[in-house]
């Protein structure tokens, strides 16, 4: 077996996915998502970035012949070269594994090895902002991997980031983790048993295994699927015996409360949650002691301070408060990497004559983002009164950076900001729902609400962004708008069962 830094990086982020690539049956994988594909373009542009700083060279040698290649890259080391871009090392690790370390760079640096004044670190380059425990152990085993070629340690080994200088991996502290998780990882790949499904959206969401991996979870009602059921506390959990649904739903706070990874009230809100989705039932959480601190509010309390508290979290507004005769429901399309909100979409709902009206102010270059959001406060002015409600941190985060950015007078932000109201704050704080997240997409579908294009999402809609910039095809902008016209009408819809719900309970 070939174990290489790839399969070792895999195996940090999800035991079940380094033995589903090494032993489950690939054609059952999915393909590459275009999200992912993206990622991986941004991935070579930035390497490529990074590699026209050096002055590399690269071992030649036929593809996938990894002796060759050691040899090849052997023989640049012996030369002395400054710098070899893509090396390979292959080393047995016992009779029947070997290893292979292909780092992105090996650097040349003063010191003493088997080829004379000189030693080589390994130093890998990576889009991450943070020096992932995954990036670590993979250093430390290109480290090792260099070690024994050139019989000396590289004295460090280099982390090669986004937007920071390069980190020093210390080899000291990870190269015994990672001789751990090396022993570990072949353990599980040769096992015959696949490491237990935990769905966890930031590492499946990109992993082709995830239909299948998500119908096993579903099919055993695995509580990973739990909202706020998280790794470590799912190990905290296992310590007490408490792995299904069932046993969650009907668990003791206070005996989960004790355990390392839960703190205030999240055990009391764990089992909510276990029983909500056990009955597929909504349920109000009864500490949501925000709504009893309302309840005694004087009835004097000016609606300033009602509203500063508003601002806050944990305070909800009674439900009537959340209906005006002119709601403003608003939601924006951002391209992160070029700093734009490339489109303002707000309905207007008018209850007093039953209609609504959906506004899209779109910024079809970097150039047209101001005009954009002159055209989006224009619209806002007309409704002085109106709430406006969002889903997420999101758009107030925006309405202060372009306010800053285009110097709208900040009297004027203040008073508009004063008017958003977080329907995620709302619902996510004060009641549990059944559902697997607290995510606008799974409480709406989960309310009934549908996308009219059901694969629209927000990194499609950047990738819409991205294509009509580079073809013009404006056929991609319509579908940007329709998405975010949903979205706007999904708010809303969440926003009047959530009034609905507390009205009727
Ligand atoms: S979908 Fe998730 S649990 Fe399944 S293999 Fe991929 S990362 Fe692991």
Redesign the pocket.
């Known amino acids: 077996m070939l174990l290489n830094a790839e399969i070792l990086l895999q195996y940090q982020?999800?035991q079940?996915?380094a033995f589903?690539d090494a032993n489950g049956d690939l054609s059952q994988r999915d393909p590459i998502s275009d999200a992912l594909h993206r990622v991986i373009q941004e991935k070579f542009a930035y390497q490529k970035f990074v590699l026209a700083q050096y002055n590399y060279q690269q071992p030649e040698y036929p593809k996938n012949d990894w002796e060759a290649g050691t040899k090849a890259t052997l023989e640049l080391m012996q030369q002395g070269v400054e710098c070899i871009y893509k090396g390979v090392i292959l080393a047995p690790y016992s009779e029947d594994i070997t290893l292979l370390s292909r780092p992105h760079l090996l650097i040349k640096q003063q010191g003493h090895s088997k080829f004379g004044d000189w030693v080589y670190i390994p130093a890998n380059i990576q889009l991450s902002k943070r020096p992932k425990l995954e990036y670590q152990i993979v250093a430390a085993f290109d480290a090792q991997m260099l070690a024994i070629s050139q019989l000396a340690d590289p004295p460090t080994a280099l982390l090669i980031l986004r937007r920071t200088d390069a980190y020093e991996v210390s080899l000291s502290k990870w190269i015994p983790l990672m001789h751990l998780s090396v022993e570990e990882c072949i353990r599980t790949l040769n096992s015959l048993e696949i490491p237990e499904?935990?769905?966890?959206r930031q590492?499946?969401n990109f992993?082709?295994?995830?239909p299948?991996?998500?119908a096993e979870a579903k099919a055993t009602e695995h509580l990973s699927l739990i909202p706020g059921v998280t790794p470590s506390r799912y190990s905290d959990l296992q310590t007490i015996d408490l792995v299904t649904l069932e046993a969650l739903a009907r668990a003791n706070p206070d005996q989960i409360s004790t355990l390392p990874s839960f703190e205030g009230k999240s055990a009391q809100q764990l089992v909510l949650q276990a029983r909500s989705t056990k009955l597929n039932s909504p349920i109000i959480l009864p500490f949501g002691s925000a709504y009893e601190i309302q309840q005694t509010l004087p009835t004097q309390t000016s609606q300033t301070v009602l509203r500063d508290l508003l601002q806050s979290r944990y305070l909800p507004l009674k439900p009537e408060s959340l209906i005006a005769p002119i709601e403003l429901y608003f939601d924006i399309e951002a391209q992160p990497d070029l700093n734009l909100d490339y489109l303002l979409g707000v309905v207007v709902c008018n209850r007093l004559t039953n209609t609504e009206k959906y506004y899209a102010f779109l910024a079809e270059s970097q150039a047209e983002e101001q005009k954009a959001w002159q055209q989006f406060l224009d619209l806002i002015a007309q409704y002085p009164q109106a709430p406006v409600f969002h889903f997420c941190p999101y758009e107030v985060d925006t309405v202060k950076r372009l306010g800053k950015l285009y110097y709208t007078p900040p009297e004027q932000i203040s008073l508009l900001l004063a008017r958003f109201i977080d329907i995620y704050d709302q619902v996510a704080y004060n009641v549990v729902l059944p559902t697997e997240s607290y995510a606008l997409k799974t409480l709406a579908r989960w309310l009934g609400f549908e996308w009219r294009n059901p694969e629209a999402n927000g990194s499609q809609s950047i990738l819409w962004y991205d294509k009509w910039l580079e073809t013009g095809d404006r056929t991609l902008l319509d579908a940007i708008v329709q998405y975010n016209e949903d979205d706007c009408l999904a708010t809303r819809h969440l926003k009047d069962w959530f009034v609905g719900f507390l009205q009727n309970s």
């Open positions: 982020r999800c079940r996915r589903l499904v935990f769905i966890s590492k499946c992993c082709g295994w995830l299948q991996c998500y």
